[in-house]
């Protein structure tokens, strides 16, 4: 059974950083695209950065592109967003969540984990 844990959210000031966290548990998935979203009150849940299962593939959305680096540890099955330069409409729930195997960094995703709550104030 997949269980995806996500700690690191928080409130900060805009212009700050986070850094979130995932523990990956139930399989090894070094194979496996891994990947962040988040979603805002409201909205639908959106993309926002994916690393395929070597750490070579990467990919973000265009709205976090130059402040976020995704980052994995397949030795212990983590995964990391590390997120500058925050921004008020960065606020949302993130959450991790796990592709197929051999599977791309853009998806698709069938594994999600529970959420960590990310505000930014201004």
């Known amino acids: 059974q997949v269980q995806l844990v996500e700690s690191g959210g928080g409130l900060v000031q805009a212009g700050g950083s986070l850094r979130l966290s995932c523990a990956a548990s139930?399989?090894?998935?070094?194979?496996?695209?891994m990947g962040w979203f988040r979603q805002a009150p409201g909205k639908e849940r959106e993309f926002v950065a994916g690393?395929?299962?070597?750490?070579?593939?990467?990919y973000y959305a265009d709205s976090v592109k130059g402040r976020f680096t995704i980052s994995r540890d397949n030795a212990k099955n983590t995964v990391n967003l590390q997120m500058n330069s925050l921004k008020p409409e960065d606020t949302a729930v993130y959450y991790c969540?796990?592709?197929?195997?051999?599977?791309?960094?853009?998806?698709?995703?069938?594994?999600w984990g529970q959420g960590t709550q990310v505000t930014v104030s201004s």
């Open positions: 139930g399989r090894t998935f070094s194979n496996y695209a």
């Open positions: 690393i395929g299962g070597s750490g070579a593939s990467l």
């Open positions: 969540a796990v592709g197929t195997p051999l599977g791309s960094p853009k998806g698709p995703y069938a594994y």
